[in-house]
């Protein structure tokens, strides 16, 4: 285990081996490592522990832990000098895009700082693409994107069902705005918010009949064909379905 006199870690307990050896050993040691380093339990500013701590730590070979330490420079939480050890970087510096990255900031959130902003970005990006959807969809884009609304329409009492192809409903008509890079990002950036509770929330039928209203009135902005009515559509879904669903931390106030 580190000890605070060499590595900077103060908290003994930061680093934690793991019950079951994983078959990826590199990538389970960068997991592990952006974890502690997001949730603060390695904070900015200190160092990692020196190879042999880790090596011991994380029972692997000292092959695998620079592989992982290169790994974790490569998406800004650490940055390594050659005699003065390897330094957790600010967050400012963090690639919030990269999965592992995204997925540990997502999961210590716990004043919705990051939620909220990943909120707006899909407000933002989400309503382009419908407007651009409005211009670009064919009829053969409309027709599928109106058979999921049905589907959601018929999924309205069973929530886990309804949210699985509400990403489904979103996600087609991304396709059909033709915004590649646009898609790409909201499927970055939702995949690791919908693995936690804290941007689930706790849905419930009347939610996803709300829901369903505002999709169904983004739906007829598309039919008729009205960009910038789309893009307010769905601005006020993306934004009024969070509102529903977000429940604060105990510590938040206001």
């Not at 997001?38 to 160092?47: K, L, N, R, Y």
């Not at 407000?123 to 058979?147: C, F, N, Y």
């Not at 890079?181 to 939610?207: E, K, M």
């Amino acid at each position: 285990m580190a000890k605070s006199g060499r590595s900077g870690v103060e908290d003994p307990s930061a680093l934690k081996p793991w019950p079951k050896r994983p078959a990826r050993l590199a990538h389970a040691v960068v997991e592990s490592l952006a974890d502690s380093i997001v949730s603060g339990a390695i904070p900015s500013g200190s160092t990692l522990p020196v190879e042999p701590e880790l090596c011991e730590t994380f029972g692997v070979s000292r092959i695998t832990i620079r592989e992982a330490v290169k790994s974790l420079e490569a998406k800004g939480l650490v940055r390594a000098r050659q005699g003065s050890g390897t330094t957790i970087t600010p967050s400012e510096e963090w690639n919030l895009l990269d999965p592992v990255v995204l997925a540990a900031t997502v999961r210590h959130d716990d004043e919705l700082v990051v939620l909220d902003q990943l909120v707006g970005v899909r407000s933002v990006l989400e309503a382009q693409m419908a407007a651009q959807a409005a211009e670009l969809a064919t009829d053969d884009d409309l027709r599928e994107i109106d058979l999921l609304l049905g589907r959601l329409d018929e999924e309205v009492a069973t929530p886990a069902r309804f949210i699985e192809t509400d990403v489904l409903f979103h996600d087609r008509i991304m396709q059909a705005s033709r915004n590649r890079l646009g898609r790409s990002i909201i499927r970055t950036v939702h995949t690791q918010a919908r693995s936690t509770f804290l941007y689930n929330g706790t849905p419930d039928g009347h939610s996803c009949e709300q829901a369903n209203a505002e999709h169904r009135r983004i739906v007829e902005q598309l039919r008729a064909r009205d960009p910038q009515r789309a893009a307010q559509a769905m601005t006020a879904h993306i934004e009024a379905a969070w509102s529903r669903r977000r429940i604060p931390h105990p510590g938040i106030t206001g």
